[in-house]
């Protein structure tokens, strides 16, 4: 399986992402027009890690977005449930504490970090209102949950050239750097289809999350949402 659908059963979004794990990188500094960067620096900016601090990294992929957090001197764990991101994170950063985990039933206890962030994943996730609970749970009281995800451009005409680029330009450009495209077919309707600004923080509510707000990047292509676990 190369190419997960849009149920996201586990196994093939896993298998999936296994396939891409070599140039993922590379293929999302391109496809992203070396935006990627600037997200990701929104991103350490929003949860603010500190030294000694616990952040739980999730779909952390070969940990890109992990080294801004571990450069605070904070103590930051990537997970993902994609073996082969796990292996090529490993060979490049041997040093982190890679672990494997499903985002709706994650192996740690209850209360355990300051910060837990998602970047990009969790759209990939089969249950998005499990995966905000066990978040939830994991946080202790007074800690942050901080989520970039793509999402739906505020400015009509700019949103239908976003919504071509995706369906027709990314596809070949994906052919071209990638060692899996049909990959980021699925990627690109995984964005489609995913909720807009206002519904995913409506889901942030209930699943627990107090003083829920978001901020749009690059015009909402990327949004950044934050929610806080009551003390």
């Known amino acids: 399986m190369t190419r997960a659908s849009l149920n996201k059963q ?83 950063h041997s040093w982190l504490p890679f672990t494997a985990g499903d985002a709706t039933r994650l192996p740690f206890r209850d209360d355990v970090f300051d910060a837990v962030t998602i970047s990009f994943g969790l759209r990939n996730v089969q249950d998005t209102d499990a995966a905000l609970r066990e978040m939830y749970r994991v946080t202790r009281p007074g800690g942050r949950v901080v989520i970039c995800e793509f999402s739906h451009p505020t400015w009509a005409p700019f949103r239908t050239v976003y919504t ?35 519904a995913l923080a409506r889901r942030l509510g209930g699943a627990g999350w107090s003083r829920v707000a978001w901020r749009n990047l690059t015009g909402g292509v990327v949004t950044l949402h934050r929610g806080f676990k009551a003390d």
Not at 40 to 60: E, F, G, M, Y
Not at 176 to 184: G, M
């Open 10 to 92: 586990p196994h093939e979004v896993a298998s999936m992402f296994d396939h891409v794990a070599e140039r993922y990188d590379l293929t999302n500094a391109v496809l992203s027009l070396g935006q990627d960067r600037a997200w990701r620096k929104a991103v350490a900016q929003a949860v603010d890690a500190r030294p000694a601090q616990k952040v739980l990294d999730l779909a952390a992929g070969t940990a890109t977005s992990s080294l801004p957090f571990a450069r605070t001197g904070a103590y930051v764990v990537p997970c993902d449930f994609s073996q082969g991101m796990l292996q090529v994170g490993k060979e490049r």
């Open 164 to 198: 071509e680029y995706l369906m027709r330009a990314l596809p070949p450009v994906a052919r071209a750097v990638s060692s899996n495209p049909d990959a980021y077919v699925y990627l690109a309707e995984s964005i489609r289809a995913w909720p807009d600004q206002a």
